[in-house]
């Protein structure tokens, strides 16, 4: 969602919503630091799919720089723990060794994606 959107649907001022923004993304970049481990296995449910980023050259065009991420986070839980990886090859033998370092066994994946 972009900043203007969020501004005008709020009612709050760019600043406070460019403050909030850049804490959040703080937030989130601490826990991704923090967490350097496998997803614990049993009982837990864990959600994994990709994304595609780039940008466009100028804000304009077709997209240049393209990077297909890889991930997984732990629903139904307080606890935030997720991983992200970046993957250049989409082969089922590569997705599986993400996995397999990434998730223990015992937890239950869920994709859209396999």
């Known amino acids: 969602m972009r900043r203007e959107s969020i501004v005008n649907d709020l009612n709050v001022g760019g ?6 923004m ?4 703080g937030e ?6 923090a967490f350097d481990g496998k997803i614990n296995g ?3 449910v864990v959600e994994i799919d990709e994304s595609k980023f780039g940008k466009r050259k100028y804000n304009r065009g077709r ?4 990077q297909w991420v890889f991930g997984g986070l732990v ?3 307080n606890d935030c723990f997720f991983f992200l ?6 082969s089922a033998d590569v ?3 993400v996995i397999k370092r990434r998730i223990l066994q015992g937890s239950t994946i869920i994709s859209v994606i396999l």
Do not use: Q, S
């Open 85 to 90: 990886e970046v993957v250049n090859d989409w």
């Open 15 to 20: 600043k406070t919503m460019t403050d909030w």
């Open 28 to 33: 989130c970049e601490a826990a991704y630091l």
């Open 95 to 97: 997705l599986l060794e």
């Open 42 to 44: 049993i009982g837990k």
């Open 63 to 66: 997209r240049v720089e393209d």
């Open 75 to 77: 629903r139904y839980t």
């Open 22 to 25: 850049n804490f959040c993304r």
